[in-house]
């Protein structure tokens, strides 16, 4: 890629129902994807922002194109991540939970079974199990690493892997394997392969994720900005999600008192506070972004405290000072530099 003048490369997927959620969940930020060309190119465009350019690529191999600077950043599942990506560090998770592609990474072993219920039961009969028949129990999987992981932490040693490209729940029936670790949302897959989940077998929750390459020398200042104009509105959107603007007015006797109890006690920022005499009581009104799990909470207690004409909207966006992604990125991106630059000194 030539730095000198790049746009921000991102990588979405290219195909599926993650493909469908990502398109939707930009367009819901702000950002109409658009393709170029006759529509069959794996390139597109991002209405709203002209730096960025959009290639397509199937998820799993997001993480090794963006930790090969092929692209500056990519959204995918956490799980493809945590399981392709992550050897060198040559990227980050910039944003871990976009709110769309939720699942569970999980171990499922047969429901007949009837002594398997929990991750010790599981290893009390994989040892049986190979002292019975000289052989481990074989557990099938597209998640090699991320399962070697969890299976290590769990004290587990006696199975085998099983390299799945199909339909990982199917391998039990078909006699290729005697468990799954495999990916499940409401479990009923899972069900109709005759499976069941074990108590503490959740080897990760996952959802799309925004990740970036920290691959310094491909970073121009344009691709920069168009990265912090990008994660900012997707904060903003995201964050506008989960909370609600209110807009009330209170007797200013009370405000002062209010308005601490409110940030403290339900998570309330009020942002905006002017006086007014004009009904010939002393008001203090109020504009305050409140999380949505706290509005009954507030409103009664803003009613106690003799607020009136309590107004809630929801916000399309809601913009903070900063960026926190943004800014962590910077960090990050900066300590990497930093220390490639001195190994490569050292080095000479």
Not at 47 to 74: C, K, M, S, W
Not at 89 to 117: E, H, I, N, T, Y
Not at 207 to 221: F, M, N, P, Y
Request: proline fraction near 3%.
């Amino acid at each position: 890629m030539n730095a000198a003048a790049q746009r921000l490369v991102l990588a979405v997927p290219s195909k599926g129902r993650l493909q469908e959620q990502c398109v939707g969940f930009l367009s819901g930020c702000g950002f109409d994807v658009r393709r170029v060309g006759n529509g069959r190119e794996y390139v597109s465009s991002l209405d709203g922002l002209n730096d960025v350019g959009i290639i397509y690529f199937r998820p799993e191999e997001i993480p090794e194109r963006v930790e090969q600077g092929d692209a500056h950043a990519g959204i995918t599942g956490e799980d493809l991540y945590r399981e392709y990506g992550e050897g060198e560090p040559a990227s980050v998770l910039l944003m871990p939970k976009l709110g769309f592609g939720g699942a569970r990474l999980v171990v499922a072993v047969p429901q007949s079974w009837v002594d398997v219920s929990t991750m010790n039961d599981l290893d009390e009969a994989a040892m049986l199990f190979h002292q019975r028949h000289g052989r481990s129990l074989r557990v099938a999987t597209k998640f090699s690493r991320l399962t070697r992981a969890f299976f290590s932490e769990s004290g587990i040693v006696e199975y085998s892997l099983v390299g799945s490209s199909g339909a990982t729940e199917g391998a039990p029936a078909a006699g290729v394997a005697d468990f799954v670790v495999d990916l499940a949302s409401t479990g009923t897959t899972l069900a109709e392969n005759h499976l069941k989940e074990i108590t503490g077998g959740t080897v990760l929750q996952t959802e799309a994720c925004l990740i970036a390459s920290l691959r310094a020398e491909r970073w121009s200042g344009r691709a920069m900005d168009a990265l912090e104009h990008l994660v900012e509105q997707i904060e903003a959107r995201i964050r506008a999600t989960s909370r609600l603007l209110l807009r009330f007015s209170l007797p200013a006797k009370s405000a002062a008192k209010s308005k601490p109890q409110l940030a403290e006690k339900y998570g309330c920022l009020p942002s905006l506070w002017s006086e007014s005499t004009e009904t010939g009581e002393a008001r203090t009104f109020v504009v305050a972004s409140c999380p949505r799990t706290t509005l009954y909470g507030v409103v009664k207690f803003l009613k106690a405290a003799g607020a009136t004409e309590i107004i809630v909207d929801r916000g399309e966006f809601i913009f903070a000072g900063s960026s926190p992604a943004f800014e962590t990125f910077k960090t990050v991106l900066k300590g990497r530099t930093a220390t490639t630059s001195a190994s490569a000194a050292a080095d000479r």
